[in-house]
């Protein structure tokens, strides 16, 4: 059972940069396909990112494309979300999250772990 723990949020001005890290154990990440989503109080979980396991190809939420990149190493079992020209909205909880197969990836359905999270903050 593959176990994710994200890292790397806090308060960040606008404009900053921010580097999101999400470790993996319990499995090896090259088995999976990493996501990243991102979740607002009293809204549903919102899809951020994802890649193949190539990261070949990746698919991206349309405000953060550009500004926003998924990487991965599997030989430290760790995933990444970098984040940057941050802007208020895209304060949230994010969530690292992996599945099996690349399909139908905006739904939360299909994922077979998430992450606890990581809070981001962007204000002055």
């Known amino acids: 059972q593959v176990r994710l723990v994200e890292s790397g949020g806090g308060l960040v001005q606008p404009g900053d940069s921010v580097l999101l890290s999400c470790a993996a154990s319990?499995?090896?990440?090259?088995?999976?396909?990493v996501a990243w989503f991102r979740q607002t109080p009293g809204k549903a979980r919102e899809f951020v990112g994802i890649?193949?396991?190539?990261?070949?190809?990746?698919v991206y939420e349309d405000s953060v494309k550009g500004r926003f990149t998924i990487s991965r190493e599997d030989t430290k079992n760790m995933a990444w979300l970098q984040m940057s020209a941050l802007a208020p909205e895209d304060t949230a909880v994010y969530f690292c999250?992996?599945?099996?197969?690349?399909?139908?990836?905006?739904?939360?359905?299909?994922?077979?772990?998430w992450g606890q999270g990581t809070q981001v903050t962007v204000s002055s």
């Open positions: 999250a992996v599945r099996v197969a690349f399909l139908n990836v905006r739904a939360e359905s299909g994922y077979h772990a």
């Open positions: 319990g499995a090896s990440l090259s088995d999976y396909i």
């Open positions: 890649c193949n396991r190539s990261g070949s190809y990746c």
